[in-house]
Every structure is written in structure tokens, then in C-alpha cells.
């Protein structure tokens, strides 16, 4: 009977044990990913023993080929060297709620010039790569499509290089931030230009033709420049957007020649401007002015096209040497980052290369001020920045528009010089108060391609 008793309370701690047991494995059974939210980016982030993660893992997007691989110029290089600013010199991230500072990764994907596939691969970056935070620069090609799955899933994105109408036009931004120019500084940069020429609103001869692809930047920016235009008081010669791509500009061309067109503005990438403008000069239509947004925003771009056919031919500029800011990250003023960067690459530093310091320099005040990896607070922080960079100062709640800062713009004009080479001087600045200083009067006579 004692045996009886003694088997009986060995079978009760069993089965206690065994209950204990079963409970313990279940609450160590991480929960499901929140989907509505796009799901817990940092649920399997690498950790210490302590919970604390073993590094911060940061998405770029680039359109390093395809069209627009003119404006990823730089990428991989500049990134890398920023990673490795961080982790060598800074000694990483110093966040409040762990005991060191941690290390950045990068995961960078080549967009090629793709909409679609910036799409995937943003996706790809979050549910994959389990990112932190995304930075995308480079047009509404690859910065729309991105900033809008990083809505979809909750995850910060640093967004630069993308006019604020195409971004803006998605509806409202919550973890999404934009820096860059808004469709009306760039208007005020062309017209600055024209201006500049002699070509003023109301003159006989300054009716402005139209060239805007079916791209997102074309239906975008085209119905926010005709408001400008008509609200200035400039006519417009509009034949319609072209397809995106196209080889055959022959028709509107044609437009603009019966029409005596002497100012041609639009937005177009660089391999269609190229073929445009050939083709303009072959079927002897040389306008006195020509302003084209997005393309040749680069020296190797320009060059690409032909140092005599580019010899006068305008864009916009939102990055120079000749900027008055300085790097809140390097310390470099924007002269000395132009020298740093034409020293280790043999390159031009342009706008484009403005917005990839700028985008590091953002990135890494905000991480820091973030008391953890969460992405709200690393969205909290984002949204508290207030930081000099090196395209000017940055502060996300100085519009009515949730998430956005403007920045300067300014009219540029590429020269041909002496040695067969390409110069892009600043030939109008709308707002003299900013400080961007002309580098040379504007050009209107005299053009290689018009001998």
C-alpha cells in the first residue's frame, strides 16, 4: 500500500512537470508577424544574449543601370564609405536603450532604371532582408514606387533626388520622409533661365515648347508646370506627351519648327534627349534656349550625349561646389566635397552626389537620436529632424504638407571649354537670398552645335 502511494505522488509530479514543461515551450513561441503593419521588421533581427540586436541593417535602392543610371553615379563607392564611417571612425550607432553602440549593414539593389522592379525589390528588402530603413534616391522612378511599399509594411524610408509633386500626389506619408525641390522652385529655376535669355512672359517670341514623356515625371510635372506658366504669363506649344522610350521625334519636331519655337522645355532621361536633340539638328531646328529637367544632371552624362551638341544646352541644379552649405557628417563644405570626391573617383561631383551625403547625413543624426531599432522611433526620430547637411538645413515640419522639407534650386548651363571638356556654370537663381552665388552671365550665341 505504501508502494501504491508513493507511485501516486510520483505520477501527480510528473504530471506537473510535464504541464510546466508543455507551458514553458508555448510562451517561448514568438507571436505571428502583425501584417496589417506590414509585419515585425525587427522580430528576427540578429540579437545578443542581452536582446540587444547585433547590427542595424539599412536598405539602398539605385538605379545603378538602365536610363537613369547616370543619376546612381556614385553608388556603390559613396555608400560604402559612409557604412564605413560609421563603423570605423564613429564606432557605430549609439542608441540609448542598448549598452553599445552597434554597427550598420547595407543591402543595396540595383533598381535598373525600373519602376516595377523597385517595387519588388523594396519588398524584397523589408520581408527578405528585414531591414530597418530604406533610403531611395533618384526620380519618382525609383523613389515613388519605394516610399509606397515602405507605407504599405511601416518601415522608415529616407526618400531624396524625387520632385515633391510625384511623391506627394501618393496621398499622405507617415514613414516616409522627403528632402528636394518642389515643382515650383524648378519652375522658378527654369524660368530664371529664359528669363536670363531675354525671353520674358508676354514677348512675341517666348512661347515655350513642350517635350514631356508618358512617364510618371511627364504626367506629374507637366500638369503642375502648366499651372506655372499660365500664372506667369508664358504661352505653350504642348503636342502632347510623347511614349517613353521612343525613337522617332520627328512629328513634334515639326511642331515646333512651323511654330518658330525658340524656348524648348521639358523633362526627359538622357538616352531620349540625346536622340531628340540629334534629331532636332539634323532637321535644322536649333531653338535659342533649351531647359531639360532630370537628364544630363551629370558631367559623364553630358559628355555621353557630346561635348559640342551640349555646348549651351540648360537644367536645373539642387546640388553644387558652389552651394553655401556644410556637412553636418564630414565637416566638408560643399567646395571640399567636390574636391574629395573628383580625388577618389576621377568624377564630377553634381547634384546627384549632394543627395547621397545628405541622405547618409540624415540618416545617421536620426539613428542616433532613436532609442532602439523600433521602427516608430526610429520614425519619431526622423520626424523631429532639425540638421544643417550639406544640401542645406533639414526639418520635415516646416510645410503644411506631413513629412516634407523643399530645398533650393537653380538654373545651370553647360559650357564647352577650351580642352574639348564640359563646365555647368549657375546662370539664374530665382531667390538671391539663399546664398548660390551665378558662376558666369548665361550663354545665348556662339554654340559648338550651331557653327
Not at 522610350?245 to 519655337?261: C, E, V
Not at 559640342?308 to 564630414?330: A, K, Q, R
Not at 553647360?414 to 551665378?438: A, C, M, R, T, Y
Request: proline residues 6%; glycine residues 8%; hydrophobic residues 40%.
Amino acid at each position: 500500500m505504501k508502494q501504491m502511494k508513493q507511485f501516486k505522488v510520483i505520477a501527480v509530479i510528473f504530471t506537473v512537470l510535464l504541464g510546466v514543461m508543455i507551458f514553458s515551450g508555448c510562451s517561448q513561441t514568438a507571436p505571428p508577424a502583425d501584417t496589417t503593419t506590414g509585419g515585425d521588421t525587427t522580430a528576427t533581427t540578429p540579437a545578443t544574449p542581452s536582446g540587444q540586436p547585433t547590427s542595424i541593417k539599412i536598405g539602398i535602392l539605385n538605379p545603378t543601370t538602365g536610363p537613369l543610371a547616370g543619376m546612381g553615379e556614385g553608388t556603390p563607392f559613396l555608400d560604402d564609405y559612409f557604412k564605413d564611417y560609421i563603423n570605423n571612425t564613429l564606432g557605430g550607432i549609439k542608441m540609448s536603450d542598448y549598452d553599445s553602440p552597434l554597427p550598420v549593414e547595407t543591402v543595396l539593389y540595383d533598381t535598373e532604371s525600373n519602376p516595377d522592379k523597385v517595387s519588388d525589390l523594396t519588398t524584397k528588402l523589408i520581408t527578405d532582408d528585414k531591414v530597418n530603413i530604406i533610403i531611395t534616391r533618384h526620380t519618382p522612378d525609383t523613389v515613388v514606387p519605394a516610399t509606397v511599399v515602405a507605407e504599405q509594411y511601416g518601415v522608415p524610408c529616407i526618400a531624396m533626388d524625387c520632385p515633391s509633386g510625384a511623391w506627394l500626389g501618393q496621398g499622405d506619408h507617415k514613414w516616409s520622409f522627403l528632402a528636394h525641390t518642389s515643382a515650383q522652385s524648378y519652375w522658378d529655376a527654369y524660368s530664371s533661365i529664359w528669363e536670363a535669355a531675354g525671353y520674358k512672359a508676354g514677348d512675341a517670341n517666348a512661347t515655350l515648347g513642350w517635350v514631356f514623356a508618358d512617364d510618371l515625371d511627364g504626367t506629374t510635372l507637366s500638369p503642375d508646370y502648366a499651372a506655372c506658366a499660365t500664372a506667369a504669363g508664358y504661352k505653350m506649344l504642348d503636342p502632347g506627351l510623347y511614349a517613353s522610350g521612343t525613337n522617332d521625334y520627328s512629328s513634334l519636331i515639326k511642331q515646333f519648327k512651323d511654330a518658330n519655337i525658340e524656348v524648348v522645355f521639358g523633362v526627359m532621361n538622357n538616352p531620349e534627349f540625346a536622340t531628340f536633340w540629334t534629331q532636332c539638328l539634323q532637321n535644322n531646328f536649333k531653338p535659342k534656349v533649351v531647359v531639360i529637367g532630370k537628364a544630363f544632371m551629370l558631367e559623364s552624362q553630358a559628355m555621353a550625349i557630346g561635348a559640342t551638341l551640349m555646348d549651351g544646352i540648360c537644367n536645373e541644379v539642387w546640388w553644387d561646389v558652389h552651394f553655401p552649405y556644410t556637412s553636418s557628417l564630414m565637416g566638408w563644405t560643399c567646395m571640399q566635397y567636390g574636391d574629395w570626391y573628383n580625388q577618389q573617383t576621377g568624377l564630377t561631383a553634381a547634384s546627384p552626389q549632394g543627395a547621397k551625403l545628405a541622405s547618409w547625413e540624415i540618416l545617421i543624426d536620426a539613428l542616433n537620436r532613436s532609442a532602439n531599432v523600433d521602427p516608430d522611433s526610429i520614425r519619431q526620430a526622423l520626424l523631429a529632424t532639425d540638421l544643417d547637411t550639406i544640401m542645406g538645413h533639414i526639418n520635415y515640419t516646416t510645410t503644411d504638407n506631413p513629412n516634407y522639407c523643399p530645398l533650393a534650386c537653380v538654373g545651370g548651363q553647360w559650357i564647352l571649354q577650351p580642352d574639348g571638356s564640359l563646365k555647368q556654370e549657375i546662370v539664374g537663381n530665382p531667390d538671391p537670398s539663399n546664398g548660390i552665388p551665378i558662376t558666369a552671365p548665361i550663354k545665348t550665341s556662339g554654340f559648338a552645335w550651331d557653327k
